[in-house]
């Protein structure tokens, strides 16, 4: 299995803080990486997909770049609805396989 | 509105057995891939299953193969889960996630279903 390593596992940020998280493939994704918000109790909510496609619906201060291996979700601008946990997924195979999660938290 | 209700999880002893559902409704359901992922609570996210959309491809998780069953039924806009042999590994909540038309992601997810394999 194609396994994604997040970085960093948890970050604690402001109102208004431009925040930056990382994914690494370990092995070539194209562009076959989607980027999903968790909140406490429910279910993922897409974000992004095929790596900086912004989702119907989902403001513009969420962004993601890369491909290959290497991938960036930049939040520009946080808001308090922002925060909980993102997940990255690759869906390049058969057996999607997800990051293990970056927790955002309140500074 | 795309709508994705689960339903089935509970309580069941190791090596037991239950069986997801999943109503899909808000888009038509025949032409959509779905997938089932799990989620241990305050854990990661695992992806389980998938079955394509007239039903003739199904593919599993090397931890549930021979165990877990995926199945469509088009005609009531539902999708199945049989899970066989149940360990407390398999202790999860079960989401349905539809697959987008226009990437290979999850664009859609129910809201969930929790199984509890415990004796």
């Known amino acids: 299995d194609i396994q994604m390593t997040q970085s960093p596992s948890s970050l604690s940020a402001s109102v208004g803080d431009r925040v930056t998280i990382t994914c690494r493939a370990s092995e070539s994704i194209s562009n076959y990486l989607s980027w999903y918000q968790q909140e406490p109790g429910k279910a993922p909510k897409l974000l992004i997909y095929?790596?900086?496609s912004v989702q119907s619906g989902v403001p513009s201060r969420f962004s993601g770049s890369g491909s290959g291996t290497d991938f960036t979700l930049t939040i520009n601008g946080l808001q308090p609805e922002d925060f909980g946990t993102y997940y990255c997924q690759q869906s390049y195979s058969i057996s999607w396989t997800f990051g293990q999660g970056t927790k955002v938290e309140v500074k | 509105e795309v709508q994705l209700v689960e339903s089935g999880g509970g309580l069941v002893q190791p090596g037991g057995s239950l069986t997801l559902s999943c109503a899909a409704s808000?888009?038509?359901?025949?032409?959509?891939?779905m997938h089932w992922v799990r989620q241990v609570p305050g854990k990661g996210l695992v992806w389980v299953s998938r079955i394509k959309s007239d039903g003739s491809t199904t593919n599993y998780a090397d931890a549930v193969k021979g165990r877990f069953t995926i199945s469509r039924d088009n005609a009531k806009n539902t999708v199945y889960l049989e899970m066989n042999s149940l360990r407390v590994e398999d202790t999860a909540v079960y989401y349905c996630?539809?697959?987008?038309?226009?990437?290979?992601?999850?664009?859609?997810w129910g809201q969930g279903t929790l199984v509890t394999v415990s004796s």
């Open positions: 996630v539809r697959r987008s038309a226009v990437a290979g992601t999850g664009d859609h």
């Open positions: 095929d790596a900086s």
């Open positions: 808000g888009f038509s359901f025949s032409s959509y891939w």
